[in-house]
């Protein structure tokens, strides 16, 4: 298995306050991922990365900021927690890019938040 | 924009029967298509994918897909279909425009009966 570790793997938290998951990776991968899964939605990007401190938007940005100080260390924040960002958050990593002969993704186990 | 359709949402089938997961997809250029499989509870895993080249591919666990570029399509398929198979089974695609992108369907639980 890859070495992707996500912290925490549960918080339930209270709408309004800031929030903060964290990705750690062993792979030394260039590429990471932020993803929400929700039911009837499948996965849906976030934010993504392409190196240190190089970060762009994914389809659902919005409410959330991203931070890579390091290879291995990314990020997700939501600065004021709101009800509908209620979800399982993946990260995820890969070597290359997803078109490329290597560029499959790897999945971490996922952490579940909930926003009451 | 790229798209990626799972007709169903739910697919049932009796263990030692064939299977088939459907996938559609819409993007601009040539696709690169990607199938996963998720467990309770775990994150996804990667099954296979098309890139270019032989339209039927072979995956791990005995799957393959095939790839039809006149009909849109990326089905899963297994020849005999087992208990363990039972798993939530996402298709994705990417473009060339968008390679640091892939966009995911809404997934299709499979659940083998025994």
């Known amino acids: 298995d890859a070495g992707i570790t996500q912290s925490p793997r549960h918080k339930v938290t209270e709408t309004g306050t800031p929030v903060t998951l964290r990705c750690h990776q062993t792979?030394?991968?260039?590429?990471m991922y932020w993803y929400r899964q929700d039911p009837g939605h499948g996965l849906r990007l976030i934010h993504y990365?392409?190196?240190?401190?190089?970060?762009d938007k994914g389809e659902v940005s919005d409410g959330y900021s991203v931070s890579r100080s390091k290879t291995e260390d990314f990020l997700l924040t939501l600065e004021s927690a709101t009800s509908s960002q209620t979800s399982v958050y993946f990260c995820?990593?890969?070597?290359?890019?997803?078109?490329?002969?290597?560029?499959?993704?790897?999945f971490g186990e996922g952490s579940r938040l909930t926003v009451l | 924009a790229q798209s990626v359709a799972q007709p169903e949402d739910q697919v049932n089938v009796a263990e030692g029967n064939p299977l088939t997961v459907k996938c559609t997809y819409s993007?601009?250029?040539?696709?690169?298509l990607f199938w996963y499989v998720q467990y309770p509870n775990r994150g996804l895993q990667f099954l296979l994918k098309?890139?270019?080249?032989?339209?039927l591919v072979k995956g791990s666990y005995g799957f393959e897909a095939e790839f039809n570029k006149s009909q849109t399509s990326f089905h899963l398929k297994k020849p005999s279909a087992l208990v363990s198979d039972s798993a939530l089974y996402f298709c994705?695609?990417?473009?060339?425009?968008?390679?640091?992108?892939?966009?995911f369907g809404s997934g299709t639980q499979l659940t083998v009966l025994p």
């Open positions: 995820a990593i890969s070597e290359t890019l997803p078109g490329l002969s290597t560029g499959e993704l790897f």
């Open positions: 792979e030394n991968h260039r590429y």
């Open positions: 990365s392409y190196g240190v401190k190089d970060t």
């Open positions: 993007v601009s250029g040539n696709p690169y």
């Open positions: 098309y890139i270019t080249g032989d339209n």
């Open positions: 994705a695609v990417g473009g060339i425009g968008s390679a640091r992108q892939l966009t």
